[in-house]
């Protein structure tokens, strides 16, 4: 080893110190995490809130929240705020964006990891209804608690567009739906009214759609062919996959 070897790696030493000692005395700096949970129900977009527990946001609704422990990792972190807040334990989360604003908590720095889901409500029960938990119309939330407007307006945008880049409302429908129903639901996600006929002919020109050679039954209007989604010929086929314009 030579003397440039030695001094190198004595000020790469020095460095990794100097870094360490930095990060000690910097200014502690929380992090937490916060879930958007989406729910469709009854042809109506909905998300979870729950009462916030501060003085300062006495009476105002917030996102599910916490902050994140030592020994966990982010992903870890909001499965567990999930669970212990609502019982749940059966929803993939996918992360969505960073806020850091430096007033954004009264209790000091803290930056937060926003994460979403879609969910059918139906098929995922709250097994905890602590703080007045609930599902309440998207169309009906404005002034969260702490920033969690924003969060929350962020996260529906995500929503809105991967909705049109990937089929995942299926997942929010019945195994056999009518085109009324999967319309309902574009049309409740993206908050906007859609053609019927120039709706249907984007779908079928997809060809992932089977029709069953069954009708509706029971429904107060006139019934409609009952149709299932390809899942099969979609993951055959999704890297060419284009997303839905409307």
């Known amino acids: 080893m030579t003397a440039d070897d030695i001094k ?3 000020h790469a030493s020095k460095t990794m110190q100097a870094i360490q000692s930095e990060v000690e005395n910097t200014n502690r700096i929380a992090l937490s995490v916060d879930c958007v949970i989406f729910g469709f129900e009854e042809n109506k977009l909905k998300v979870l809130l729950i009462r916030s527990d501060l003085k300062k946001y006495k009476e105002k609704w917030s996102l599910l929240g916490d902050l994140i422990k030592p020994n966990e990792d982010l992903d870890s ?7 212990q807040r609502t019982g749940l334990d059966d ?3 996918e992360q969505v964006h960073t806020f850091g604003t430096v007033k954004r908590h009264p209790a000091g720095r803290v930056v937060t990891v926003a994460y979403y889901s879609l969910i059918n409500v139906e098929h995922h029960k709250l097994k905890i209804l602590d703080n007045e938990l609930h599902w309440q119309d998207v169309k009906t939330v404005t002034d969260l608690a702490f920033d969690h407007q924003e969060i929350f307006d962020t996260c529906y ?4 567009k991967r909705i049109q880049e990937h089929p995942l409302g299926f997942n929010l429908l019945p195994k056999k739906f009518s085109l009324r129903e999967l319309q309902n ?6 908050d906007l009214k859609m053609d019927r006929r120039n709706f249907r002919k984007k779908f079928f ?25 390809n899942f099969k010929k979609y993951e055959k086929n999704k ?3 284009i997303g839905i314009d409307f």
Not at 77 to 83: C, D, E, G, T
Not at 185 to 190: G, K, Q
């Open 77 to 83: 972190a909001a499965y567990r705020v999930l669970h």
């Open 239 to 241: 890297k060419t996959w």
């Open 185 to 190: 639901l574009y049309e409740s996600i993206l």
């Open 157 to 160: 945008k995500r929503l809105q």
């Open 91 to 93: 929803i993939f989360l």
């Open 205 to 229: 020109s997809m060809n992932l759609l089977t029709d069953l050679n069954e009708m509706e039954k029971d429904v107060p209007h006139r019934p409609g062919k009952l149709y299932q989604f």
């Open 8 to 10: 190198a790696m004595l």
